[in-house]
């Protein structure tokens, strides 16, 4: 497994889109126990803190000891450093299986394995990803550019899968279709900045070339003349039960 915002994991915690109260519930109410969940790829932990107040336990897993330090503290959520194909976690005991922004750096074949173990009888997976957001006009463009010429060359090839709208990620489980859902902002560009502070392909960027360019990013956001920019990230979400036959 990629180990890929361990060194931006502060900005990763202070600006990365929240998920929607509305999608948490949807999820939930599908969920026909709701005593254990399991958050893999957690980050830090946005996802499981959400869940939190639904389960008596949230288990909440990541590779990079740097995200779970920015994690977010819940009294009952018990985060671990560990990849998403060996945990720790006891057998036929989790009720709910969630992967936000992450499955697309899983082996998916290993982690499947895994959730196959530790699923209850029943038990639900719930796959949630987002792709490049959107905006109007002349900031849309901005964005656009930004993704899919300046950054486009230093995206990891896995990032096709959200490209891809999640439809290409092999998913073994029956099938849940839930409504769609997006996440929407009215951002400052301080927070545009620091969003785009998180990305991967950023990194990559700066490393390959000694460039930043973010500062040249801002003046282009500011030179829209506004203050405040309406986004729209689209979310993909794979919604399933776990048959223990499967």
Same mark, same amino acid.
């Given at each position: 497994m990629k180990d890929l915002f361990s060194k931006q994991s502060s900005e990763y915690a202070k600006f990365r889109p929240v998920y929607p109260d509305t999608l948490i519930s949807e999820i939930v109410?599908?969920?026909?126990?709701?005593?254990?969940a399991w958050d893999a790829g957690t980050g830090n932990g946005q996802l499981a803190t959400l869940l939190a107040?639904? /389960? *008596? $336990?949230?288990f909440a897993s990541d590779l990079s000891d740097k995200q779970l330090a920015n994690a977010k503290v819940a009294e009952n959520v018990k985060y671990f450093q560990s990849n998403?194909?060996?945990?720790?976690?006891?057998?036929?005991?989790?009720?709910?299986?969630?992967?936000?922004?992450?499955?697309?750096?899983?082996? /998916? *074949? $290993?982690?499947?394995?895994?959730?196959?173990?530790?699923?209850?009888?029943?038990?639900?997976?719930?796959?949630?990803?987002?792709?490049?957001?959107?905006?109007?006009?002349t900031a849309d463009q901005i964005i656009q550019d930004f993704y899919h010429n300046e950054t486009g060359p230093y995206?990891?090839?896995?990032r096709r899968y959200l490209d891809e709208e999640y439809k290409s990620i092999p998913f073994p489980f029956q099938r849940i279709r839930l409504p769609e859902f997006n996440m929407e902002y009215h951002w400052n560009i301080d927070q545009l900045i620091g969003y785009f502070s998180t990305w991967s392909a950023l990194q990559h960027l700066i490393k390959a070339t000694g460039v930043a360019p973010l500062p040249e990013l801002r003046k282009k956001f500011e030179a829209t003349g506004l203050s405040e920019f309406q986004l729209r990230f689209p979310l993909y979400i794979l919604c399933g039960v776990v048959h223990k036959t499967t």
């Open positions: 109410a599908h969920c026909s126990r709701k005593k254990t107040p639904h /389960f *008596e $336990k949230v998403s194909y060996n945990t720790p976690i006891e057998s036929n005991s989790v009720d709910l299986i969630t992967v936000a922004q992450a499955i697309h750096w899983f082996d /998916f *074949e $290993k982690f499947y394995q895994e959730v196959k173990r530790v699923a209850a009888p029943d038990a639900l997976i719930v796959v949630i990803g987002y792709g490049v957001m959107r905006s109007t006009g995206w990891d090839k896995e």
